[in-house]
Nanobody, 124 residues
Framework: QVQLVESGGGLVQAGGSLRVSCAASGRSFSFYVMSWFRQAPGKEREFVAGIRWSGGSTSYADSVKGRFTLSRINAGNTGYLYLQMNSLKPEDTAVYYC???????????????WGQGTQVTVSS
């Protein structure tokens, strides 16, 4: 089991930047894929970006390519996943969730470990 805790959400104006973080702990998290999803009110949860922890390869949703960047670091028994969000748009407003799973997929139900979410609000 992997424990995930997000932080760093907030309110920002359109065109601004924000970084959200996810702290991952638990046995063997380094063998996992970790991804960010988001869910806006009244909409389904959607894939934003994902990283294969051991190799570092990344994948992004078309809607965020060129604006969002994933990175990760290991710090002892805890791994930190960062999502740097630039050129934010009002349509990026959502609760952002960190998720971990055994293989890369953009389907939320394929992930067995989730954080509690962090709110990102972009004002126009």
């Amino acid at each position: 089991q992997v424990q995930l805790v997000e932080s760093g959400g907030g309110l920002v104006q359109a065109g601004g930047s924000l970084r959200v973080s996810c702290a991952a702990s638990g046995r063997s998290f380094s063998f996992y894929v970790m991804s960010w999803f988001r869910q806006a009110p009244g909409k389904e949860r959607e894939f934003v970006a994902g990283i294969r922890w051991s190799g570092g390869s990344t994948s992004y949703a078309d809607s965020v390519k060129g604006r969002f960047t994933l990175s990760r670091i290991n710090a002892g028994n805890t791994g930190y996943l960062y999502l740097q969000m630039n050129s934010l748009k009002p349509e990026d407003t959502a609760v952002y969730y960190c998720a971990a799973g055994p293989r890369f997929t953009t389907t939320p139900s394929d992930y067995s470990n989730w954080g509690q979410g962090t709110q990102v609000t972009v004002s126009s």
